[in-house]
């Protein structure tokens, strides 16, 4: 195996990536009431960059991944 392959998780993300995932934790951060410094924010920071590392660039998608990750969702009636 060639050992300068770098897997998608480990590429650093650039200024769009970053962007890209700032967005969508603010969003989710801003529809759910929840403090930019607590513990669930910093799990939703954490996952967001994950998911958007292991390659769901979407911003919608990595948005509703998230939300059904941490349990976020807006359930059916």
């Keep these: 195996m060639d050992q300068t392959m770098i897997k998608k998780s480990e590429a ?4 769009r990536d ?12 801003a529809q759910t009431n929840i403090a930019k410094n607590c513990e669930e ?9 994950e998911l958007y590392q ?14 059904v990750a941490r349990g976020l969702f ?3 009636h």
């Excluded at 924010?41 to 960059?49: G, P, Q, S």
């Excluded at 292991?54 to 939300?67: A, I, N, S, Y």
């Design 41 to 49: 924010a910093e799990r939703i920071a954490t996952i967001t960059v």
């Design 18 to 29: 970053l962007q890209i995932c700032q967005m969508v934790f603010d969003e989710v951060r």
């Design 12 to 15: 650093p993300l650039d200024n």
């Design 54 to 67: 292991q390659g769901v660039r979407d911003p919608v998608h990595l948005k509703t991944m998230v939300e």
């Design 74 to 76: 807006d359930k059916p």
